[in-house]
């Protein structure tokens, strides 16, 4: 079992399901795991007949669970500083990424395990789901970008009081402090409600919907002007048989056919 790779994928009406399945450590993002995600994550890129991707976790009580602290055992300053910018190296790459991302959390996410799901557009919990980074009761802090995504997200002080901490979000608490955008009684449900937000947004203009994503992102970004960004991809989107087709379509009121170009 330990030799597995602990990622399951299905491909569905353009919807790749990633299903984090580490067997007997509660999903451990290992770093087989998050190496194995990688190359998961840039298929997406590459891959035109992945239109969207849906990120879970096997069976109904955990998404996904920290770096295994055996692993961590092994860290010292010159390797902690490479396995923290690979992660985020990793993450970055779901959070940059033109085609839609959606976390469905169905159960504990803990340390990298909430910073996956932060790392993703899109957030859908389920009731019993639970979000924390407990990272400084071992002496460590919350890795692979989450310090940043996670002030960006609900702000500086709630950010330092989840992490300082170790605080244990409940679904309740996460949708209230929109850390997730909505929440499902069970898993199920959950995986419904995420297809069926997958498919509303790539139903959309799919060039539209990655420059989006790019402006959203230029807002946390110091080195962008993220209203140039949005300039620019305006233009662009100017220039596109995408903006051609959904004119013509509302004007003949119709449904568009979108083709990415």
Request: glycine share 8%.
């Amino acid at each position: 079992m330990e030799n597995r790779v602990p990622l399951e994928t299905e491909l569905e009406e353009g919807i790749l399901t990633i299903t984090l399945h580490n067997y007997g450590a509660h999903n451990s993002l290992s770093t087989t795991g998050i190496d194995a995600l990688r190359e998961l994550i840039q298929e997406v890129y590459d891959n035109s007949e992945i239109k969207s991707v849906l990120i879970t976790g096997a069976g109904e009580d955990t998404f996904a669970m920290g770096t295994p602290p055996e692993e961590i055992q092994t860290l010292n300053e010159l390797n902690g500083r490479k396995f923290s910018e690979h992660g985020q190296e990793t993450f970055a790459l779901i959070e940059n990424c033109h085609k839609p991302i959606l976390a469905a959390i169905n159960g504990a996410a803990r340390g990298e395990g909430f910073s996956l799901a932060l790392a993703c557009h899109l957030r859908i919990a389920s009731e019993n789901a639970t979000l924390s980074f407990p990272e400084v009761a071992m002496g460590t802090i919350p890795s692979f970008g989450a310090t940043q995504r996670l002030t960006h997200l609900i702000g500086k002080t709630k950010a330092l009081e989840c992490m300082m901490t170790g605080k244990l979000l409940t679904a309740a608490e996460a949708e209230a402090w929109g850390v997730v955008n909505y929440v499902e009684n069970h898993k199920e449900a959950l995986i419904r409600k995420s297809k069926a937000l997958l498919q509303e947004i790539t139903a959309q203009a799919p060039l539209a919907v990655g420059m989006v994503i790019n402006c959203v992102n230029a807002v946390y970004n110091p080195h962008e002007d993220g209203y140039q960004t949005e300039a620019n991809s305006f233009a662009h989107c100017c220039k596109t048989d995408d903006l051609k087709e959904g004119i013509a379509a509302l004007l003949e009121a119709r449904i568009p056919r979108f083709k990415g170009s």
